[in-house]
C-alpha cells in the first residue's frame, strides 16, 4: 500500500506513537502473536511493520523462486508465471490457456515449519500439484472425483481483487459460496495426486450450475463419511478422517447429528483434517473444543477459529455467554482470526493500489491483551486522511494538527461510533472482511457528546 506522502513520514510516526499511547490509555501491557500464521503467509502488525513486512514478502519471493526451480526440474517446460501479489503460480495449458493454479500459501507455512533437512522434500511436493488434471475433461469422466472443501472464506475472496496484468473482466477464477459468514464452500476435481479447484468457466462448459455440481460432490462425500466420529471429552466429537475434507462433512446433517450434545450443535473448523463438535448449552463442552481448536489453528493449513452455531437459518459465528467459562477461550480464537484475514486483506490491498497509484489508506488491525487476559482489537482513524478502516473493538481517533506528541481526541467503542457516525462509515463493497471508508471526522461537539458517555469512552484511565 502507498501511503500519501503527507503521512509518509512525519505522521506515520504519529500514527505509531499515538496508538501506542492509546494502548497505555487502555491499560493494555502486552500485544500477542497470533494464535497460528496466516494462511497466505502473512501476520496481524502495527501500523509502523513496513521493514517486517518487507522481510516476509522477500521470503515469500525466495520460496517462490525454489518452488519454480523444482517445477522446471520436474519437466514442466511451459512458461511458467509467479504472482506475487496473490502468491501463486499459474501453469498454461498446450494453448496456453491458464490449467493450473498453485496457491503457494499453504504449502510456504509447511515449508516453513518444516525442520531444515526435511525442506526439500516438503518442496517437491509443488510437483505433485502441478500434475493435477489438465482440461478440458468430461463431465461424465469428472463426476465421480468431485468433493466439496471448506476453507476461510477471505482465501477466496482475496483472489478477485482485480488483477493489473489483465484488465479485462475475467471469469471467477474458484467458483465459491459464502458458508457461516466466516467460511466458504468450493469444489474440487481430487484425483490421486491433487485437488483441482473448479471456477465458472468450467461450470459452463460441463453445461451445469455451481449448486447441481456441489449437490454431486456431496453425494460423494456422504458416501465417504460413514464412519463414526471419535468421542474426544464428555460432549465433545471429533472426525477421525484421515483425509482433507474432514471440516467439508460439516455440510452433512447426518454426520453433525452423530455427536449427542446439550443445545445446538456448535462446530470449530481449525484445521482441513479436524473438525469439532460439542454443544451450545455445554460450557465444559465448549472450553475443551476451544482448547483442542487453538491448538490445531497454531500448526500448517489453518482453517478458522471461529466457532459457528447451527440455526435455522444456517451456520453462524457464535460465542457463549461472557460470564461462561469457555467465553475468552472462543474470544481469543475469534479475533486471532479476524486478525489473520484483516492482515492477509492489508497486504494484498497495500500491494495493489500501490501498483494503481491510489493514495489510500489500509489500517492495521491490532491486537492487545488487558490485565484481565480480554484480547481487544483497535485501528485509527487520521483526520484528512483516506482510509480503509477496518471493523475494530476500539477506533483511535487522531488529529494530526495537533502534533506527533499528541494523544488522541477519543477513544471510542465500534458500536458507539456505529451509532453515532454510522452514516459517515462507507462499507466497501465486495470487500472480505468488510471494511469501510470514513468520510470526515467528528465534529468538536460529537467528541464532547462520547466524553460524556462513560459506555462510548470505554477506556480506564491512565495510572498516576
Not at 499459474?90 to 515449508?111: K, M, R, S, V
Not at 483472489?159 to 474458484?174: Q, T
Not at 468488510?434 to 462520547?450: I, K, M
Request: glycine content about 6%.
Amino acid at each position: 500500500m502507498m501511503l500519501s506522502h503527507r503521512i509518509a513520514r512525519g505522521s506515520l510516526a504519529l500514527l505509531v506513537g499515538a496508538l501506542m499511547l492509546g494502548l497505555w490509555w487502555a491499560d493494555v501491557r502486552k500485544e500477542p502473536a497470533p494464535a497460528a500464521a496466516p494462511t497466505q503467509g502473512a501476520s496481524p502488525a502495527s501500523p509502523g511493520d513496513g521493514g517486517r513486512a518487507t522481510a516476509l514478502q522477500q521470503d515469500k519471493d525466495e520460496y517462490a523462486r525454489k518452488a519454480l526451480e523444482a517445477l522446471r526440474a520436474a519437466g514442466f517446460t511451459d512458461p511458467l508465471t509467479y504472482d506475487p501479489e496473490r502468491f501463486l503460480i499459474q501453469i498454461p495449458d498446450a494453448q496456453g490457456q491458464q490449467a493450473q493454479t498453485i496457491f503457494l500459501g499453504n504449502l510456504y507455512e509447511e515449508y516453513r515449519a518444516a525442520p531444515p533437512e526435511q525442506r526439500d522434500k516438503v518442496l517437491q511436493r509443488i510437483t505433485v500439484m502441478g500434475r493435477a488434471p489438465g482440461f478440458p475433461i468430461s463431465y461424465t469422466s469428472a463426476r465421480s472425483s468431485l468433493l466439496p472443501v471448506v476453507r476461510p472464506r477471505a482465501y477466496f475472496s482475496l483472489l478477485e481483487i482485480p488483477d493489473l496484468n489483465n484488465p479485462s473482466p475475467s471469469p471467477r477464477p474458484v467458483e465459491w459460496r459464502p458458508l457461516g459468514e466466516v467460511l466458504a464452500v468450493a469444489i474440487v476435481l481430487d484425483t490421486a495426486d491433487a485437488m483441482k479447484y473448479l471456477g465458472q468457466e468450467q461450470f459452463q462448459e460441463w453445461g451445469i450450475t455451481f449448486d447441481e455440481a456441489l449437490g454431486v460432490a456431496m453425494e460423494n462425500l456422504r458416501s465417504q463419511s460413514s464412519e463414526p466420529l471419535i468421542s474426544v471429552a464428555p460432549g465433545v466429537c471429533a472426525s477421525g478422517w484421515r483425509d482433507s475434507y474432514a471440516v467439508s462433512r460439516m455440510l452433512l446433517d447426518e454426520v453433525v447429528r452423530r455427536c449427542k450434545v446439550r443445545g445446538d450443535p456448535v462446530v470449530f473448523a481449525p484445521q482441513r483434517g479436524l473438525l469439532l463438535i460439542t454443544g451450545s448449552e455445554d460450557e465444559d463442552g465448549l472450553l475443551r473444543a476451544a482448547e483442542i481448536a487453538q491448538e490445531a489453528f497454531q500448526a500448517p493449513r489453518p482453517i478458522d477459529g471461529r466457532a459457528l452455531r447451527r440455526t435455522p437459518q444456517g451456520w453462524r459465528p457464535f460465542l457463549p455467554s461472557p460470564h461462561g467459562k469457555a467465553w475468552l477461550a472462543m474470544r481469543k480464537l475469534a479475533v486471532y482470526s479476524q486478525a489473520r484475514d484483516y492482515a492477509d486483506q492489508r497486504d494484498l490491498l497495500r500491494q495493489h493500489h500501490e501498483q494503481l497509484g491510489l493514495d489510500l489508506f489500509v489500517a492495521d488491525f491490532v491486537l492487545a491483551e488487558d490485565e484481565q487476559g480480554r484480547i481487544i482489537s483497535q485501528a485509527v482513524w487520521v483526520k484528512g486522511v483516506d482510509t480503509l478502516l477496518p471493523r475494530a473493538d476500539r477506533i483511535f481517533f487522531m488529529d494530526s494538527e495537533l502534533g506527533p506528541e499528541a494523544p488522541p481526541v477519543a477513544v471510542v467503542r465500534w458500536e458507539a461510533v456505529e451509532r453515532d457516525m454510522g452514516a459517515q462509515l462507507l462499507p466497501m463493497e465486495g470487500d472480505y472482511p468488510v471494511r469501510y471508508q470514513p468520510q470526515g471526522f467528528p465534529s468538536p461537539e460529537q467528541l464532547a457528546r462520547w466524553k460524556k458517555d462513560p459506555s462510548a469512552m470505554d477506556v480506564p484511565s491512565p495510572p498516576p
